[in-house]
């Protein structure tokens, strides 16, 4: 059975700090990219990082760019998002997602596997 299960998140306030982590079991880990979305309250999901298969790291929405730091640890089969000097529009459901590849991509519709998500919210 594949599995995703996300876990860090929490309540903060404005300019604290969270690691969010994505355990994996159920599919050949070295095998997927693995991605962050977040989804805010009647917004769409919008993906956040990224890191493939190789290492590579893909980061997208310009507002979270040099705050946020993706990897992977392959022995755990887990992937981590910290996310540092958080803002109150950060605040969102965080999913992790799994596309088979080598390779990232910035939409929803092109993963594979989804886990349920983990809850951010930051005050200001």
């Known amino acids: 059975e594949v599995q995703l299960v996300e876990s860090g998140g929490g309540s903060v306030q404005a300019g604290g700090t969270l690691r969010l982590s994505c355990a994996t079991s159920g599919f050949t880990f070295d095998s997927y990219a693995i991605a962050w979305f977040r989804q805010g309250q009647g917004k769409d999901r919008e993906a956040v990082s990224c890191?493939?298969?190789?290492?590579?790291?893909?980061d997208w929405p310009n507002s979270m760019k040099g705050r946020i730091a993706i990897s992977r640890d392959t022995a755990e089969k887990t992937v981590f998002l910290q996310i540092k000097n958080l803002k109150p529009e950060d605040t969102a459901d965080y999913y992790c997602a799994a596309l088979w590849g080598r390779l990232c991509h910035p939409g929803a519709h092109a993963y594979d596997y989804w886990g349920q998500g983990t809850h951010v919210s930051v005050s200001a």
């Open positions: 890191i493939s298969s190789t290492d590579s790291v893909t």
